[in-house]
């Protein structure tokens, strides 16, 4: 598994996503409400651009003609055939036990995390000015 710096947080503001391609992969990281989330960019069902579709709200009732949204911006519709899943887990909500989407591992690091890193080279005088977000693949 291998660990790819993918953009300073303040290049992914809330409510977007940054589409790149690691390892042949390719991938989407989603800001949704300053948390982050990667999943494949591919649908399950028919291999659509997955994370091209809308992001939606979770539609729930619990009675007749009353419908209520939940989890706005959340789920994501495939663009294609509708399908929905999960952005927190990529999990279908189509059919669950049978179909997602492979979630990856999000995290945000300082910095100066990030130029430590596990390289060896010559050592520069660095300066870091913000946080990046990193996806674990």
């Not at 990281?29 to 999943?39: A, P, R, S, V």
């Not at 091209?52 to 911006?73: C, H, K, M």
């Not at 999000?106 to 990193?134: F, H, M, Q, R, W």
Request: hydrophobic share 35%; proline share 9%; with cysteine.
């Amino acid at each position: 598994m291998g660990r790819h710096i993918v953009a300073p947080v303040d290049e992914l503001p809330p409510g977007t996503r940054k589409f790149l391609t690691i390892d042949e992969r390719p991938i989407a990281i989603f800001n949704i409400k300053g948390e982050f989330f990667g999943l494949l960019n591919r649908c399950p069902h028919q291999g659509a651009a997955l994370c091209e579709g809308p992001l939606i709200g979770l539609a729930q009732s619990s009675d007749p003609g009353e419908i209520e949204y939940t989890r706005q911006g959340e789920i994501l519709r495939c663009p294609w055939h509708g399908w929905e899943f999960d952005v927190r887990t990529g999990q279908s909500y189509c059919d669950p036990r049978k179909f997602r989407t492979r979630a990856y591992p999000v995290s945000v690091e300082p910095g100066t995390n990030v130029v430590k890193g596990p390289y060896v080279a010559e050592i520069l005088a660095v300066s870091v000015e913000s946080d990046y977000v990193v996806v674990d693949l």
